[in-house]
């Protein structure tokens, strides 16, 4: 399996390059040269199956020769193993025909868990027969930071350390970080905000020697092989559903595009999804391209859903590559023109073929509230504010007289946002029970200043107590 780049100017690569890259070097994105495609029969023939395996299948295909299929297996037993249900992505009827897929049970309660479990394992196993180690750092205003810990803790060939801003996270979120005490994970609160933090990173990845020396990685969704591990869950509940034989729709809350990439991906491979909707909340660059092909970017605005708070969607390239014939040429002139004028400019044809595939929705602050509150009165259940822009864009724009299942991917447990859902029906959910004791463990991290020599010192010294 050898991957292109968006852009078109990089050289092909094999999965482990890709893996260890993240980006390309002409600044695109990596997509599969050729899209693996499965026949109907083919699909049946998964129907049914463990998730993990179905996972450590389909996964297969993007990893070629890579990773051995025992070891690959292996690792998506562990992987989805230490997911708090029996079925690692179980499915809710919330109404007629509509399912929510729960992509929530991993060990941070959020979707991001499902790729980045599997991710972490296939670093380690790659890094391990290169005989190489990466450190891997990364900002977190609260919410992404403890997926990637939980994915890199006590991984034999990664350091991760983790700045977030002091006293600017809930304690829910810094919690979830600090609590892991492996050898291998640090975490620093800043003494600054998150941008502060942000700007961190940058410039230890800007810094070459420094980047260099210490093999700095990133786990942000741009890398190909998170795609790559969250196609499995769409297959997954269409397959449950009747497909190949009965069409669904998919209805995905959206900030970077990677999760609603996923979906996209399992059409290209063969399966009837008849519609992809793109549910934001106010920050909607996405929702003003599909409905008048404006895509131009405005500031951030703070919502209930944060981790949907975008001004850009770095994995719509993918799509745009596609639309636009794959002609890296193309994509990498509108992309350039993005970057300097704020408004990509997409030709009408392309355009159009995305909107035939895609809807764009989005919904208020207050229309996540009602809508919370709705599904609590009406189906007994619980979604957290990113999932209920999922659901609101389902009920709008795949009505139940579609006469086909929609999917609405429920990205994250409603006791990760209580405040949120409280006010929305009365009740402060639960941490699930294994989480239970988050209040009692003890923490361990460091408070340091916004000072990039200090920082620098503190990733390096981590990285260097572990390599001995
Ligand atoms: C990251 C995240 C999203 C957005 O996913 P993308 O892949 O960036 O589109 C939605 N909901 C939750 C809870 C998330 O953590």
Request: aromatic share 8%; net charge neutral; hydrophobic share 45%.
């Amino acid at each position: 399996m050898r991957y292109i780049s968006t852009r078109g100017q990089a050289a092909p690569r094999d999965f482990e390059g890709v893996l260890l890259a993240g980006l390309a070097e002409d600044g695109g994105l990596f997509v599969p040269e050729t899209w693996p495609s499965l026949s109907p029969a083919e699909w049946r023939a998964l129907r049914g199956l463990p998730y993990p395996e179905l996972a450590a299948r389909l996964v297969q295909l993007f990893v070629g020769d890579a990773v051995a299929p025992a070891d690959l297996r292996r690792m998506c037993a562990e992987a989805y193993g230490g997911f708090g249900h029996p079925a690692t992505v179980p499915m809710s009827q919330i109404g007629p025909r509509t399912f929510a897929l729960e992509l929530f049970h991993g060990p941070t309660l959020a979707f991001k868990d499902v790729a980045l479990q599997l991710l972490g394992r296939l670093f380690d196993h790659v890094l391990a027969r290169r005989g190489e180690r990466i450190t891997i750092v990364g900002a977190t205003s609260g919410d992404t930071g403890s997926a990637a810990i939980e994915a890199c803790r006590d991984r034999a060939a990664i350091d991760i350390t983790i700045l977030h801003p002091l006293n600017r996270t809930s304690e829910v979120q810094r919690r979830q970080m600090t609590t892991v005490l492996s050898a291998n994970v640090r975490n620093i609160a800043v003494e600054g905000d998150f941008d502060t933090c942000q700007d961190l990173v940058k410039a230890m990845f800007a810094d070459a020697p420094f980047r260099t020396d210490m093999r700095l990685a990133a786990v942000n969704s741009i890398n190909w092989a998170r795609i790559a591990a969250q196609i499995p869950y769409y297959a997954f509940s269409a397959l449950a559903l009747g497909a190949p034989d009965r069409p669904v729709a998919f209805s995905v809350p959206t900030g970077n595009f990677g999760n609603v990439l996923a979906a996209w991906a399992v059409r290209r491979m063969g399966l009837p999804v008849e519609r992809l909707i793109v549910a934001s909340n106010r920050n909607d660059i996405l929702t003003r391209f599909l409905s008048e092909n404006d895509m131009s970017m405005r500031p951030v605005e703070p919502s209930l859903s944060p981790s949907m708070d975008i001004a850009v969607s770095s994995n719509f390239e993918r799509v745009l590559h596609d639309a636009l014939g794959r002609d890296g040429a193309a994509t990498g002139a509108a992309m350039q023109a993005f970057r300097q004028t704020g408004t990509m400019p997409v030709p009408p044809a392309a355009w159009a073929e995305m909107r035939g595939l895609f809807h764009g929705f989005s919904l208020s602050d207050a229309g996540t509230l009602a809508e919370i509150g709705r599904l609590w009165r009406e189906a007994g259940y619980l979604a957290d504010p990113h999932t209920a822009a999922g659901t609101a864009a389902a009920a709008l724009l795949a009505p139940e007289d579609l006469g086909i299942p929609v999917i609405v991917a429920a990205t994250a447990h409603p006791a990760k946002f209580p405040d949120a859902v409280e006010r929305a029906t009365g009740l402060r959910p639960p941490l699930p029970t294994r989480l239970g004791d988050l209040y009692q463990r003890q923490e361990r991290f460091d408070v340091l200043p916004a000072d990039l020599a200090t920082i620098e010192a503190a990733v390096r010294g981590h990285a260097l107590r572990n390599a001995a």
